[in-house]
């Protein structure tokens, strides 16, 4: 590139940068390769961390370039759309902090004529039914709950518990949706399979992660004592991992502690490699590597070829536990 081409280009890119921000569209440059933006709410969550790194690996492939962005806040979700708004992007993916930012997210990418597609945790309008035109492609959650339910009964059964001497440690965010749905299910399943209603305890969580679920276990489980085996459900493996935590904290034996999350992400990995089992029984993999691969496809074949995707994709998972975790990633791709 010659230098006077190159300070040409700099001042195209420059003069993107400050137009962007007064809401003009930033036209798609033409010869350049698509460019989309992946945000997630928890970039340092290995859940997150390889759907990105799977989005990223495609567009190596299929020509087209991936801005990975860690959104933690709304303040940050706008931020990043300002920035691929004026660095030329055609549109993102977003797993959103909140999904009742719905609606200032729609706004904020129509003013770049940006598309975009959620995935994980699907967004909400201002009466809290899903954004309409929005597709989606996240867990089919309640399935995936009752998989948990499922899977912490028949552990119990195994190890020969009672129902009226275990207690369940339900940790819970019902401002997500897609979170309630997951301990929903399992709260369905297991009593279906025979747990006791009245020994389910709630333990809400303010973050969805391994503190979040130390956090909310912790008093829930002090406030018990009399209890020595318990079960510990969530919507995601990090906050079962912290609450088993809390159990081993408070000196309960790994033996009396079945708790079955949701992802089969790192974290579970690192679990099941331990030397000695610990409370954590097993989680329900999903993959991580389709979810990042899918969405950005979605949103790919969207922009190229103006062909919408569908507006909910549901995915599906599998039992994880110390014996078959390595079969069960290099099946799921993780
Ligand atoms: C939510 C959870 C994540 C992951 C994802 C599919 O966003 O917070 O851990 O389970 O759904």
Request: overall charge neutral; hydrophobic content about 40%.
């Amino acid at each position: 590139m010659t230098s006077k081409i190159r300070r040409l280009t700099l001042r195209a890119a420059f003069a993107a940068m400050c137009i962007a921000p007064l809401g003009m569209n930033v036209a798609a440059h033409a010869d350049s390769p698509v460019k989309i933006g992946f945000l997630v709410k928890m970039p340092e969550q290995a859940w997150f961390i390889n759907e990105q790194k799977a989005a990223t690996a495609l567009g190596q492939k299929e020509n087209f370039s991936v801005v990975n962005i860690g959104t933690p806040d709304g303040e940050k979700v706008l931020a990043a759309i300002d920035n691929l708004g004026a660095q030329g992007a055609q549109g993102f993916v977003i797993c959103a902090p909140d999904v009742r930012l719905g609606p200032a997210i729609q706004a904020r990418a129509k003013r770049y004529n940006m598309k975009f597609v959620t995935v994980d945790d699907q967004l909400v309008d201002s009466s809290g039914k899903p954004l309409a035109n929005v597709p989606h492609l996240g867990m089919s959650a309640l399935k995936i709950g009752n998989q948990v339910g499922q899977a912490i009964t028949d552990e119990m059964k195994r190890r020969g518990w009672k129902p009226e001497e275990v207690g369940a440690l339900r940790i819970t965010d019902y401002e997500l949706p897609t979170a309630k749905l997951r301990t929903d299910g399992a709260t369905q399943s297991l009593l279906a399979g025979g747990f006791k209603k009245e020994n389910i305890f709630d333990a809400p969580q303010k973050t969805t992660d391994d503190e979040g679920g130390f956090n909310a276990a912790s008093p829930v489980l002090a406030q018990h004592p009399n209890i020595k085996k318990w079960v510990v459900f969530a919507l995601n493996e990090e906050s079962v991992l912290g609450a088993v935590r809390a159990t081993e904290q408070l000196h309960i034996a790994s033996a009396d502690v079945i708790g079955v999350g949701i992802n089969g992400a790192g974290e579970a990995f690192a679990e099941f490699q331990k030397k000695q089992p610990t409370g954590f029984y097993g989680t329900i993999a999903v993959s991580s590597t389709n979810h990042g691969k899918d969405s950005a496809e979605n949103l790919i074949d969207w922009i190229r070829d103006g062909k919408q995707p569908i507006a909910d994709t549901q995915t599906t998972g599998k039992l994880m536990t110390r014996d078959n975790w390595t079969a069960v990633r290099s099946e799921l791709g993780i």
